[in-house]
């Protein structure tokens, strides 16, 4: 069973149904890879989804990874990667995969120079993020980078967005 916590930390996102969006973007996302069954199973799959501001994306971005700016998006695992399996076939079948959190500030004018709602862009950014997750990462060499973007693309395509990276 997937459960996402959603929690609207900024008054700055506008009126949405924040959880049923971020549910749907997690499930997407989930589903495009090897742990997709994952989604309808009777382990506990949970997300947290944290929907805050650049001061405090600002401040997280620079306490991990050492960057001094805000960004759209940072995702925080609390489960290696080869371990997600294992979790899900133990007695407690509790797989906590970690916490997702955007930047409003940041989110809208990246939503704006691609012409993209802020809702839809924020979906993106949740796939882009549980796919961090799952140890998927843009930032270990062109391989890698080209099988998350189809992944992500693929994810949007299901949640009727367009293309993140279009040719």
Not at 21 to 30: M, P, Y
């Amino acid at each position: 069973m997937l459960n996402t916590e959603t929690d609207v930390a900024s008054p700055l996102w506008p009126d949405a149904d924040w959880p049923a969006l971020a549910t749907a973007a997690v499930a997407a996302a989930l589903d495009q890879t090897p742990h997709g069954h994952l989604v309808n199973s009777s382990a506990s799959v949970e997300v947290s989804v944290r929907l805050s501001g650049d001061a405090e994306v600002h401040a997280l971005n620079n306490s991990y990874r050492g960057k001094d700016k805000p960004t759209n998006v940072l995702s925080f695992p609390m489960v290696q990667p080869d371990l997600i399996e294992a979790l899900g076939n133990t007695d407690d079948g509790e797989i906590l995969l970690g916490d997702i959190i955007l930047a409003v500030e940041t989110c809208a004018r990246e939503a704006a120079e691609k012409g993209w709602t802020l809702p839809d862009y924020a979906q993106h950014l949740i796939v882009h993020g549980l796919l961090h997750l799952l140890g998927y990462d843009h930032e270990l060499g062109d391989t890698q980078a080209t099988a998350m973007e189809a992944l992500e693309t693929a994810a949007c395509a299901r949640l009727g967005l367009p293309a993140p990276y279009p040719d």
